[in-house]
Each structure stands twice: as structure tokens, then as C-alpha cells.
């Protein structure tokens, strides 16, 4: 039988995933280097001599223009990486919560934030888990009902009550908002 991978271990056969935040991180490397060239050729027109540049305005032109250029690429990078990291950190506080035992809290992104979509995914997948613990719970209230009859006169039922009850409460808290 062949062995099975984990997900996500694989090898990717293609660099470019179609990802949201992979298209915008590539428009705005494109669109710096772009800007860079277009700085450095205005910069070297305005700087020129009837068409003539020295090799000392070509160096000191193209310097500016990689200032211009790290400085814009600083802030935006700030400004980007704040889209990405921010929900980044948010998913882990959730998988923290999901980890100490309470369903109740959503992923909850800005608007603008990358991974929108698997902010919708996580979300319904933690629905899909407070649906089965709600369906655990009321199969446990229904065993207690048939157990409370006959735990009157029957030791072992109440026995298996209390083990249901147990149960029932253990389940309960996952439903239950922790402050």
C-alpha cells in the first residue's frame, strides 16, 4: 500500500498559485521596479545637458532614484505585510481558543486583509464543529432521559447516568465563551 503524504507536504508544481496575495505582492514589486526606471529616466532628462550625462549625474540620478524607491518600498511594504500578518496572527489566536476548548469565536478580518477566503473556510469549519458538539449534547440529553427512568431502580443506569452527565458537561464548555 503506498504511503500517504501529509497535506501540504507535497512539492508545488507551479510558482504561481493564483492566490490573491501572492497577484498583489507581484503587482507591487512589478509596479516599484517600474517606477524606479521611470524616476531614474526623468530624473536623467531633467538632469542632462543637451542630451549629454557624465557619469557622475547617471550615478547620482540612479542613487536618488533608489532612495525614492527603498523608502516607498518600506512603507509599503509595512502597509502590505500589516494586510498579511494581521490575519495571520488572528487565525492563531482562533486556533488558540479552538485548542483550549471553545467554539465560539469566528475569524474576523478588516476589510482589505488577505485570505478573506480562507477566513470564510476556518469559519465554516468551525461551524461545522459546534454543529456536532450541538448534536453531541442532545443525544446526551436524550440518554439521560432514558436513564433517569431507569437509574430509580437499577445501579448500573445510574452509574452511566452520571458517566452521560459527565460527558454532557465536558461537551457543554465548548459552546461556552471563556473570558
Known sequence: MAEQKPIGTERRKQLFLG???????LLLLTGF????????????????NDGQLSLVAIFLNLLLAMILI??????????????????IVNFGRNLQFIH???YTHKVQL?????FQNMAGVFNQALE?????V???????????????????????ARTVLQEVKDYRANK?????TRT
Open 19 to 25: 492566490n490573491p496575495a501572492q497577484t498583489h505582492l
Open 33 to 48: 521596479v517600474l517606477a524606479g526606471m521611470l524616476v531614474f529616466l526623468v530624473l536623467s532628462l531633467i538632469t542632462g
Open 70 to 87: 527603498m523608502i516607498g518600498v518600506a512603507f509599503l511594504g509595512l502597509r502590505y505585510s500589516n494586510k498579511i500578518m494581521g490575519p
Open 100 to 102: 483550549q476548548g471553545d
Open 110 to 114: 478588516r476589510h482589505g486583509d488577505e
Open 128 to 132: 461545522s464543529l459546534r454543529t456536532r
Open 134 to 156: 450541538q448534536e453531541d449534547l442532545a443525544f446526551a440529553d436524550r440518554l439521560i432521559v432514558e436513564l433517569e427512568a431507569a437509574a430509580a431502580s437499577d445501579a448500573k
Open 172 to 176: 457543554e464548555r465548548y459552546l461556552q
